[in-house]
């Protein structure tokens, strides 16, 4: 089966800049997850869905940050404007089930904000 | 809340056996679970403890302490392969059911 596909891989934008990252999620899986991983700490969770709808945005900075997901299938995070510290790694994870312990990751997108 | 406290660095030979710790501050959690990383890579999937004890799975046992709150992950018969970033990462059973909490990650280093 194909997995959690992400794209683009590398993006590199200037602060104040708008970016935006794509992800399709492993088909059949209802939960989609974003999440943010500077370098050097372990993944942290931006935003779940359960198919098309928003179950935790919590730790979502919604001021800059938006993400949709209006099909149920694959998903889309914004950010507008960039800061230096949105510098980090967007990994896209879906699982079969929204209590699934197991997450599939995808390969991510590197964003480096200068 | 959720913190998960992870040793930064760990170094082992080729062939031997390592055990990285995870001791965790948590009001209540479904289970343990562990994941490992490629410097580059995406997270995958490794072991998951629901209950107290040891989970086997191939090279790979973890293990689960409630009442320690402490869990660890053993990789035997090491592998140059194995070296990589390993996170422990808990559910909470408060709130949204399978919101993941990821430890800070101990990075293995397999030497010849």
């Known amino acids: 089966e194909a997995g959690v596909a992400q794209s683009p891989r590398y993006k590199i934008i200037e602060k104040r800049q708008s970016v935006a990252f794509w992800c399709n999620p492993i088909s059949g899986h209802a939960t989609l997850y974003w999440y943010q991983q500077i370098l050097g700490q372990g993944p942290k969770l931006l935003i779940q869905f359960q198919n098309n709808g928003v179950v935790d945005d919590s730790q979502l900075p919604k001021d800059r940050f938006s993400a949709e997901r209006l099909k149920g299938v694959d998903s889309t995070l914004k950010i507008q404007p960039a800061k230096l510290e949105d510098s980090a790694v967007y990994l896209c994870?879906?699982?079969?089930?929204?209590?699934?312990?197991?997450?599939?990751f995808g390969p991510g997108t590197r964003l480096t904000v200068t | 809340g959720q913190s998960l406290e992870q040793p930064s660095e760990v170094t082992a030979v080729e062939g031997a056996i390592v055990q990285m710790n995870c001791t965790y501050q948590t009001s209540g959690f479904y289970g343990l679970s562990w994941y490992q990383q490629h410097d580059g890579g995406a997270p995958t999937f490794l072991s998951y403890?629901?209950?107290?004890g040891l989970e086997e799975t191939g090279r790979f046992s973890s293990f689960l302490s409630r009442s320690d709150s402490y869990g660890y992950l053993l990789l035997q018969e090491l592998q140059m392969k194995d070296s990589a970033s390993y996170f422990c990462?808990?559910?909470?059973?408060?709130?949204?059911?399978?919101?993941?909490?990821f430890g800070t990650g101990t990075r293995l280093q397999v030497t010849l």
């Open positions: 994870a879906s699982s079969f089930r929204i209590v699934g312990h197991e997450q599939y």
């Open positions: 403890n629901a209950l107290d």
């Open positions: 990462a808990v559910r909470p059973n408060t709130g949204t059911a399978s919101k993941l909490t």
